[in-house]
Structures are given as C-alpha cells and as structure tokens.
C-alpha cells in the first residue's frame, strides 16, 4: 500500500524592516548610479546618503548628492511616495512621488535651478531597494530551523528556496512586510498531540 502524501505547507512570515536599515539598502544601490549633468566639462551627480522615514501611509526619502568637476554642488533633496512592491515581490519603489529641492545654501539653489525633467528622473529612479538580499538571509535562517513543530503534534518541513514579499505596511519606525516562503514543504499532522487525552469526542 503506498503512503499518503503528506500535505503542502504554506508559510508566512513577518519581516520588519527599521528605517536606518532601509535607508541603507537604499543608498548602496544608490550611490553606484551617476547622472551626467547637461553643463560644460560633463560633471557627473552622485548620492552621497540616503535617509528614509515615515510620513503616513507614505514613505519619506531625504536624498543627499553631490556633482562632480568644479561645479561642485551639494544638495539635498525630498522625495515622497507610495511604498509599491515588483511583480516577484523582490524590489520596493516609491509610486505617486513628489520631489522637492531644499533651497538653503548655493548648491540647492543651483541644483533647483538644474533640475530639469532629466535630472528629476534620475533622482525618482533612485528611490528603489533591492530587497533580494535581506530575504536571502531570513530564507536561510527558515531553513536552518526546519524541520519545525510550531504546534503540538504539527510538524512541518521540506525545503525553502526563495522568499517572496507579499504585502507591506509603513509602520512608525519600520517597514513591516508579510513574506510568503516557496520550496517543497510538508506539513505533518499527528493525531497525539492534535485530540484531547481519551480519544475524538463523540456526540
């Protein structure tokens, strides 16, 4: 007679995402991208820093850059937007984004004067946080606890290979995400620890 089999698990997990680390991930990726402004000598601008917080149901973004060349220019500025999550629940952007310059000191002023749709553009492009590598890190610590009982006489384990980020909500001081585990998993019931002492009840 050939065993059942055992039944699939589906498994969610929270993740909690502090703003400071966040803005990390945000400014690593960041920090690589250049634009060429359209000035003589072609200086290129850089962020330097990245500071995210919570504003609502918003996302803050206070952008730090800086251009190279003579020019010389340090700025900061604002954007705002909507958490959206990608089709594989992998990349976090900003949807329905405001930007602002802040005007005080010379390299605001000048960035404001700069900021032509192209640069705008680069700077909305930068609001983007791979987050592939955080869920590669929490689908390996799932892994290293399977196979586990979060119940009395339920077991459950398999394999976990990739880590999808299904829902997302701006807390106070970090992004809070449901996280849907993918892999072969199982789930095994055992009637011990599932019925009272003496057996079903029967009416």
Same mark, same amino acid.
């Given at each position: 007679?050939?065993?059942?089999?055992?039944?699939?698990?589906?498994?969610?997990?929270?993740?909690?995402?502090?703003?400071?680390?966040? *803005? %990390?991930?945000?400014?690593?990726?960041?920090?690589?991208?250049?634009?060429?402004?359209?000035?003589?000598?072609?200086?290129?601008? /850089?962020?330097?820093?990245?500071?995210?917080?919570?504003?609502?149901? /918003?996302?803050?973004?206070?952008? *730090?850059?800086?251009?190279?060349g003579l020019l010389?220019?340090?700025?900061?500025? =604002?954007?705002? +937007?909507?958490p959206v999550l990608?089709?594989?629940?992998?990349?976090?952007?900003?949807? =329905?984004?405001?930007?602002?310059?802040?005007?005080?000191?010379?390299?605001?002023? @000048?960035?404001?004067?700069?900021?032509?749709?192209?640069?705008?553009?680069?700077?909305?492009?930068?609001? %983007?946080?791979?987050?592939?590598? %955080?869920?590669?890190?929490?689908?390996?610590?799932?892994?290293?606890?399977?196979?586990?009982?979060?119940?009395?006489?339920?077991?459950?384990?398999?394999?976990?290979?990739? @880590?999808?980020?299904?829902?997302?909500?701006?807390?106070?001081d970090a992004l809070?995400? !449901?996280?849907?585990?993918?892999?072969?998993?199982?789930?095994?019931?055992?009637?011990? +620890?599932?019925?009272?002492? +003496? +057996?079903?009840? !029967?009416?």
């Open positions: 007679m050939t065993a059942p089999t055992p039944p699939t698990a589906s498994l969610t997990l929270p993740l909690r995402l502090p703003y400071p680390e966040l *803005s %990390r991930l945000a400014a690593g990726w960041a920090a690589q991208q250049a634009f060429m402004l359209p000035l003589p000598g072609s200086p290129t601008l /850089r962020v330097t820093d990245i500071q995210i917080n919570a504003a609502g149901p /918003r996302l803050n973004a206070a952008v *730090s850059v800086q251009s190279s010389g220019v340090r700025a900061t500025l =604002d954007l705002s +937007g909507v990608d089709e594989a629940g992998q990349i976090l952007t900003l949807g =329905d984004v405001a930007l602002a310059t802040r005007k005080e000191g010379l390299g605001g002023r @000048l960035l404001g004067m700069l900021a032509d749709a192209r640069v705008s553009a680069y700077l909305i492009r930068l609001a %983007r946080v791979d987050l592939a590598p %955080r869920l590669a890190e929490l689908c390996a610590q799932v892994q290293g606890r399977l196979p586990l009982s979060p119940l009395d006489g339920i077991m459950v384990a398999g394999t976990v290979t990739r @880590l999808a980020v299904t829902h997302l909500e701006v807390g106070a809070l995400l !449901t996280v849907a585990a993918g892999g072969d998993l199982q789930v095994t019931l055992s009637a011990d +620890g599932l019925l009272p002492p +003496g +057996g079903p009840v !029967t009416r």
